[in-house]
T-cell receptor
C-alpha cells in the first residue's frame, strides 16, 4: 500500500453537513491525488497536489476543496455534502525521488454515504 | 469519445487459459500506460507500466503497447481463480501533473 492511510475508512453523514477526508503518506512522494469511484464511471480525479500548498482541480472538482499544508497530508473537504457525493474516495500518491514519477499508488479508500 | 476505453466485460476464461484485456486511448501524445488490478471492495493495485512500443513481461503478465494503433493490452497467462478481479487501464495524458485518466475497467472471471 506504499505507506498510505486514509481516514475515516467509512462515514455516514447527512446532506448539508461538512465532511473532511484525510490522506496521510509516509513515503515522501511529491504528488497526491483524490479520486472518486462510482459504478459506470470508473475513477475520476477530483483534485491533485504537486507540492505543499500547490493544488489544482481535476475532472470533477465542483463541491470539493483540498488543502496540503505538509508533504505527508492531503485533505479533501466537502463543504456541504450532497447525496450525489456518495461514493468511494481514493487517495493516491506518486513522484518518489529516484523512482518513476508518474506511477501512482493508492490508499485503501473511504466509503462515504450522504443521506 | 472517451479518452480511455475498455470493454466492461465480464470476460470469462477457464483456469489455465490466457486472458486478454484490451484498452484504447484517444490522445496520441500519451506517453505512459498502466494496468491496475482491483478486487471487489479493495483499492487499485499496480500490476505493470509500459512506456515503449512492444511487449513487457513480468511473470505471468505481459503488457503490449502499440502507439500507432493507440491500444494497450494485458495478457495473463495460466489464469488462476485468484486473478478474478476488475482490471483498470490508465493513461498519463500530456499536460503535466502526472495525472492519469482511467478506463472504467474490465471484469475478469477465471472459472474452475
Amino acid at each position: 500500500d506504499a505507506g498510505i492511510t486514509q481516514s475515516p475508512r467509512h462515514k455516514v453523514t447527512e446532506t448539508g453537513t461538512p465532511v473532511t477526508l484525510r490522506c496521510h503518506q509516509t513515503e515522501n512522494h511529491r504528488y497526491m491525488y483524490w479520486y472518486r469511484q462510482d459504478p459506470g464511471h470508473g475513477l475520476r480525479l477530483i483534485h491533485y497536489s504537486y507540492g505543499v500548498k500547490d493544488t489544482d482541480k481535476g475532472e470533477v472538482s465542483d463541491g470539493y476543496s483540498v488543502s496540503r499544508s505538509k508533504t505527508e497530508d492531503f485533505l479533501l473537504t466537502l463543504e456541504s455534502a450532497t447525496s450525489s457525493q456518495t461514493s468511494v474516495y481514493f487517495c493516491a500518491i506518486s513522484g518518489r525521488a529516484g523512482g518513476q514519477e508518474d506511477t501512482q499508488y493508492f490508499g485503501p479508500g473511504t466509503r462515504l454515504t450522504v443521506l | 469519445q472517451k479518452e480511455v476505453e475498455q470493454n466492461s466485460g465480464p470476460l470469462s476464461v477457464p483456469e489455465g487459459a490466457i486472458a486478454s484485456l484490451n484498452c484504447t486511448y484517444s490522445d496520441r501524445g500519451s506517453q505512459s500506460f498502466f494496468w491496475y488490478r482491483q478486487y471487489s471492495g479493495k483499492s487499485p493495485e499496480l500490476i505493470m507500466f509500459i512506456y515503449s512500443n512492444g511487449d513487457k513481461e513480468d511473470g505471468r503478465f505481459t503488457a503490449q503497447l502499440n502507439k500507432a494503433s493507440q491500444y494497450v493490452s494485458l495478457l495473463i497467462r495460466d489464469s488462476q481463480p485468484s486473478d478474478s478481479a476488475t482490471y483498470l487501464c490508465a493513461v498519463a495524458l500530456p499536460g503535466g501533473g502526472n495525472k492519469l485518466t482511467f478506463g472504467t475497467g474490465t471484469q475478469l472471471k477465471v472459472e474452475l
